[in-house]
């Protein structure tokens, strides 16, 4: 099994910062993609931003040139910056990893527990 631990939301001003942090553990060989999703209340779950193990990114259109992915593969870790922060972007923040255990070759989703991040004045 794996898990994702994520940490990091919290109450952050407009035009503030906040960084998010997944950290993945158990049966892993290697990791594919990562990626971060953020739901709102009353709204379907949404792609925020992914990085390939290679290091490739993309964005969603909202956060382009205020948020930023990065990751750790040593660590097994992804990292979401996020600047320039709006009250759109209030949400609970999800990790997902694309995980390929110790045996085979076929990767499975996994997702974290969530983060709220509520940006508010």
């Known amino acids: 099994q794996v898990q994702l631990v994520e940490s990091g939301g919290g109450l952050v001003q407009p035009g503030g910062s906040l960084r998010l942090s997944c950290a993945a553990s158990?049966?892993?060989?290697?990791?594919?993609?990562m990626g971060w999703y953020r739901q709102a209340p009353g709204k379907q779950r949404e792609l925020v931003a992914g990085i390939a193990d290679g290091g490739r990114t993309n964005y969603a259109d909202s956060v382009k040139g205020r948020f930023t992915i990065s990751r750790d593969n040593a660590e097994n870790t992804v990292y979401l910056q996020m600047n320039s922060l709006k009250p759109e972007d209030t949400a609970v923040y999800y990790c997902n990893a694309q995980v390929r255990p110790p045996i085979g070759s076929l990767g499975y989703d996994y997702w974290g527990q969530g983060t709220q991040v509520t940006v508010s004045s």
């Open positions: 158990g049966s892993i060989f290697t990791i594919y993609a």
